[in-house]
């Protein structure tokens, strides 16, 4: 295993309430300080994110970890804004440690959405193929001077060895709950799938809440935290994680995705699904329903196409 990225410790997150946010505003952007501060409903895990008036966000990065992207961000967001076809994140403002808050931290201009949930995309194929249009453009985006993989992203971009140690717990917790001879077949064939070596742009974590809809149509793609160059398949776990069977497969067609990349990016999901269900196992939270279903997809799309046969896989 030598070689392999080492992930360290969990991260030790820090708490942010919004009147040390306000102290923040007032001190350093005295020109917002009158605008009001409020808490952003399920503002994520990496970030603290409150509203800032009617029209901007601020972003608090909760661990030392998740603040290596802040630089990152500023450097990268507007050129790659420029260059794609759907709005991202645009930095207004870059803020220092202050008010008892040792990191440095955002303010964005707010874009409007809905996150991305099953129930709310009005037609599954259109949104495959705009998200793998987006994906297409930044993956065009030249590379030089890009960031390498590494803590700033949690070593996205690189070999998916890197998450081995955490697979292999999650299959030793759930033998007996799922099919983990599958489990360990499907992470396998992605460890073989050979990377062509050619960096390209990701965002590196198309989640749900990372992708904003109006009127049921992909409208934006936030949260480019884990944005780097490097090897792209980590993009393709969405094609598990919320897309349909026939929605996938406009998907990979749209990107023009070859075998070994679309393995890698099925490792990935599967990676993400087997930790979710370890974690959550025994509960029957949103979390843990969902983690199964996904797992249920990744098993039906590799062994049979038949979500009754995967159904078998998973108790």
């Keep these: 295993m030598s070689g392999i990225p080492d992930l360290g410790p969990l991260p030790q997150r820090i708490a942010v309430n919004a009147e040390q946010v306000h102290r923040l505003i007032a001190e350093q952007f005295p020109q917002w300080a009158d605008l009001p501060v409020e808490p952003v409903a399920d503002g ?26 802040v630089e990152k961000e500023h450097r990268w967001l ?9 709005p991202i994140p645009s930095p207004l403002a870059k803020g220092e440690p202050g008010a008892g808050y040792p990191f440095s931290w955002s303010i ?17 194929v259109r949104f495959a193929v705009d998200l793998a249009g987006f994906v297409a453009a930044l993956q065009r985006i030249d590379t030089a001077d890009g960031p390498r993989p590494g803590k700033h992203n949690w070593f996205r971009g690189a070999t998916l060895r890197t998450y081995e140690g955490q697979l292999e717990s999650a299959l030793e917790k759930l033998d007996g709950h799922v099919d983990v001879s599958l489990a360990r077949e499907i992470w396998k064939t992605a460890l073989d799938a050979r990377w062509d070596g050619v960096d390209r ?49 406009a998907f990979r067609e749209r990107l023009s995705v070859d ?3 679309w393995a890698r990016g099925r490792g990935w999901a599967l990676w993400k699904a087997m930790a979710t269900c370890s974690y959550t196992l025994g509960e029957a939270d949103e979390s843990a329903l969902n983690a199964r279903r996904v797992l249920t997809e990744i098993f039906a799309e590799y062994s049979t196409g038949s979500p009754s046969t995967a159904q078998r896989t998973i108790s």
Aim: glycine fraction near 10%; proline fraction near 7%.
């Design 44 to 69: 994520g895990w990496d970030n603290w994110t409150f509203h800032l008036g009617d029209g901007m966000l601020v972003r608090l990065p909760s661990a030392s970890e998740y603040a290596l992207a």
């Design 78 to 86: 507007p050129p790659l804004a420029s260059q794609l076809p759907l």
């Design 108 to 124: 964005y201009q707010w874009l409007d959405g809905e996150p991305a949930s099953a129930g709310r995309i009005a037609d599954p």
């Design 201 to 249: 742009w990701f965002h590196g974590d198309l989640a749900q809440g990372n992708l904003l809809l109006k009127d049921g149509q992909l409208a934006a793609v936030i949260d480019f935290g884990t944005c780097g160059v490097g090897d792209p398949a980590c993009d393709l776990a969405i094609a598990w994680t919320l897309l349909t069977a026939h929605s996938r497969q």
């Design 259 to 261: 075998d070994a990349r």
